[in-house]
């Protein structure tokens, strides 16, 4: 069954910092991996999502993630952190080959300090 | 719809009540799901929709959570005889098309569930 760990439910950046989010997935196959934000009282929102074509995907607000199969990894990053950035971040896995559920980390709360 | 929507945004009951929750996904949609958050922690899945059918409802975390889909648009879960453990935030999603493995959900803002 496929799986996502993310290390670290809290983290802590001061505003214009490197912002580094991981997630880890356990898959049998090759996976759809994807990043959802959800802000304060708000949905789920997609950040970015790994289909194969590239290694390296960008999606909004500055943020990317680089998928690594030799680490088994889908890190998030982003150069410099704003204060809007602070918010819950998921990482999501979904089996290749099907159209069936996410399955979401734990997620990760992010601060963002002055 | 623009977005998914639910309702009611909040529901406040008491222990042993049933309660609805509804879902209307973006038009077209083909794919529903359902997921539990509870405070602090990630998001649990209840149970997916293709179509009117659910293939699968393996989240259901016992026999007193049910859903139905109904043309293939609005979906209700409902709860019957509420525990305390159920209040969380329930959240629907949909997806354009299911047969799309890279296909994104589209999550609504949820429907606050406080048992007392």
């Known amino acids: 069954a496929q799986s996502v760990t993310q290390l670290g439910s809290h983290v802590s950046v001061s505003e214009g910092a490197l912002v580094l989010l991981r997630c880890n997935y356990s898959?049998?196959?090759?996976?759809?991996l994807f990043w959802y934000v959800q802000y304060p009282n708000q949905g789920l929102q997609l950040l970015l999502k790994?289909?194969?074509?590239?290694?390296l995907v960008k999606g909004i607000n500055g943020f990317e993630a680089e998928f690594k199969k030799s680490e088994t990894s889908f890190h998030l990053t982003k150069p410099s952190a704003h204060m809007s950035d602070a918010a819950e971040y998921f990482c999501?896995?979904?089996?290749?080959?099907?159209?069936?559920?996410?399955?979401f980390g734990t997620g990760t709360r992010l601060q963002v300090t002055l | 719809g623009a977005g998914v929507s639910q309702s009611p945004s909040n529901k406040v009951t008491e222990k042993g009540k049933d309660v609805e929750l509804r879902c209307d996904p973006i038009?077209?949609?083909?794919?529903l799901y359902w997921y539990r958050q509870r405070l602090g922690q990630g998001l649990e899945f209840l149970i997916y929709?293709?179509?009117?059918?659910?293939?699968?409802k393996s989240g259901l975390p016992s026999d007193r959570f049910s859903a139905e889909r109904t043309g293939e648009s609005v979906s209700t879960l409902t709860i019957q005889r509420t525990q305390q453990e159920d209040s969380a935030v329930y959240l629907c999603?949909?997806?354009?098309?299911?047969?799309?493995?890279?296909?994104?959900?589209?999550f609504g803002e949820g429907s606050r569930l406080t048992v007392l």
């Open positions: 898959s049998s196959v090759p996976p759809y």
């Open positions: 999603a949909s997806s354009p098309r299911s047969t799309v493995p890279s296909g994104e959900l589209f």
């Open positions: 038009s077209g949609h083909t794919a």
């Open positions: 929709f293709q179509g009117n059918s659910a293939p699968d």
């Open positions: 999501a896995v979904r089996r290749g080959g099907t159209a069936s559920k996410l399955t």
């Open positions: 790994y289909t194969s074509a590239a290694t």
